[in-house]
């Protein structure tokens, strides 16, 4: 049982590049979620998926795509990366509803756009 | 909107100590959960301690408790007894009945020896 796994650990990008951020678990987990966080500040909702093939916004989604095809995975794509999207990304986990209390977090994805 | 509001963005205790982190929120929900996570240097968020809104009495988890005043609307953590690997970054959390998790801006703690 791995839990949350992410990768890759750290990126640089170039301004308008575009990548993906990778997030699996093997809990068979229906909530999945990601958090950007930035210095000085709490984790900030990005977006997050309740089933495979749902997926709804959360506080920041803008810059952001994601998609849900399987329960294990939920990957975040950057489409033109910029500097303000230079941020520690991380994915967490839970049961939806009731359980749901207990997330569990991935290790990060540390990005640095330039 | 929901907020959380953590005042203290940096604390220093002695190692032995006891040291008190403050957390307050603002909703007008009646049922919800609040949580402490401890992120280290190594960037991992790790849940300390879940306290949920109806339950009156603070919880408790080793070294680790909670004072949880409800009409006040604030919970802050108290740690007995602190460890050098105690040295993180401390986030208090509140959960909602869309079980969305709402982030204060963290207080770093550093134990010195």
């Known amino acids: 049982n791995a839990g949350v796994t992410q990768t890759p650990k750290f990126q640089v990008l170039k301004t308008g590049q575009s990548m993906t951020l990778q997030c699996a678990q093997d809990m068979n987990h229906e909530y999945m979620s990601w958090y950007r966080q930035d210095p000085g500040m709490g984790l900030r909702l990005i977006h997050y998926?309740?089933?495979?093939?749902i997926t709804d916004q959360g506080e920041v989604p803008n810059g952001y795509n994601v998609s849900r095809s399987t329960t294990e995975d939920f990957p975040l794509r950057l489409l033109s990366a910029a500097p303000s999207q230079t941020s520690v990304y991380f994915c967490?986990?839970?049961?939806w509803g009731r359980g749901q209390e207990t997330q569990y977090f991935g290790p990060g994805t540390r990005l640095l756009v330039l | 909107a929901q907020t959380v509001t953590q005042s203290q963005p940096e604390m220093s205790v002695q190692e032995a100590e006891t040291v008190t982190l403050s957390c307050t929120y603002d909703t007008s929900e009646s049922n919800y959960y609040l949580f402490w996570y401890k992120q280290p240097p190594s960037r991992q968020m790790i849940l300390v301690i879940r306290q949920e809104a109806y339950k009156q009495q603070n919880a408790t988890e080793n070294r680790f408790s909670v004072n949880f005043q409800k009409a006040a609307k604030s919970f802050s953590l108290k740690i007995s007894d602190s460890q050098l690997g105690d040295t993180a970054m401390y986030f208090c959390a509140f959960m909602d009945s869309n079980y969305q998790l709402i982030w204060g801006a963290g207080t770093k703690l550093i134990i010195k020896p």
């Open positions: 998926s309740v089933g495979a093939g």
């Open positions: 967490a986990s839970s049961y």
